[in-house]
DNA sequence: ATCACATATCGTAGATATACGATAAAAAGC
DNA sequence: GCTTTTTATCGTATATCTACGATATGTGAT
C-alpha cells in the first residue's frame, strides 16, 4: 500500500532528513572534506583518492548536487564542483537548532557512565 | 562482489555518516523532538502523534537507540525512551566541527544568488 | 492462571541505496 | 575528422530501508 510515508511530516523535519541523508554516507562526508581542503575544486582528484570507482564517485557527487550542498560546473573536459557555502551553512544552523532543542534533561533514567 | 565499501573510509568519517543515518528518516527527527518536547520519557504517546504504525515506530526507536541517541527502559508494561544527551551532544559537537571546516570560501564558480 | 494492555520482534513486500563495468557525451589536441 | 581525456549516465546485481500486519513477550490486574 504504503511504502512512503515522509511527506507525512512537516517541511522541517523533512528537510532536516535529507540533509542528514546526504551526508549519511562516509564517501560524501569524505568529498566534502576533500572540497574543503583543496579550495580549488577538483573532480577527477577525488576519485583518485577514494577507494570507489569512478562512477561510482560520480553518482555520489551527483548526490550531494541534488541535496544542494555542492555546485558544479565545466571547465574544459574536466567537472569542477565546490561547496555550496550557503545552503550548508544554512542547513547546518537548522541542525545545530535542532541539537540545541534536544538537549534538554530527560526522565529518571540512569544518567552518568552508561553512554551507549 | 562488494556490495558495500564503507569500511575504507575512517572511522571519522563513518562514525559521522552512521550519526547522520539515523537522523536520516523524518520519523526519527520527529521523535526526538517529542521526546525532547515532553521531557518524560513516553513511548506509546509517541506511536499516537506519529502517522505511522506501532511496529514501525517501534523500529524507528530501535534505530535511534542502536545509535545510542536514546536509552530506553521498561517501566512496568510500557517503554520508556529518553534522548541520551551525552552521546548527542558528541556526536553533534563532530558535526559542528564538520561543519566549520567544510566554511572555507571556493573556487571560482558563481557565487551569490543560485542556491539551488 | 488468565486477561488485557503495551511493546518488541518476525516475516515479508516493495522501494531505495550502493556498487560496478560499459558506454555515451563533450571538449581539447592532433 | 579522429583520438584522447574526463566525466556523466545506463544497466545491473545485491544490500539495505521502510512499511505493514501478525505474532510473541512481558507486566499488572483480576
Do not use: W
Amino acid at each position: 500500500m504504503s511504502y512512503n510515508k515522509k511527506n507525512e511530516f512537516n517541511e522541517y523535519q523533512i528537510n532536516l532528513a535529507e540533509f542528514a541523508k546526504a551526508l549519511s554516507h562516509p564517501a560524501r562526508i569524505a568529498i566534502l572534506t576533500q572540497l574543503a581542503k583543496k579550495k580549488t575544486c577538483i573532480c577527477g582528484e577525488i576519485v583518485a583518492v577514494m577507494p570507489l570507482a569512478q562512477s561510482t564517485v560520480s553518482q555520489h557527487l551527483k548526490e550531494l548536487k541534488n541535496a544542494g550542498l555542492i555546485n558544479g560546473e565545466i571547465d574544459g573536459p574536466k567537472s569542477c564542483y565546490c561547496i555550496n557555502t550557503g545552503k550548508l551553512n544554512d542547513l547546518a544552523n537548522s541542525f545545530i537548532t535542532l541539537f540545541g532543542s534536544l538537549s534538554g534533561d530527560c526522565c529518571s533514567i540512569k544518567k552518568g557512565g552508561d553512554n551507549e
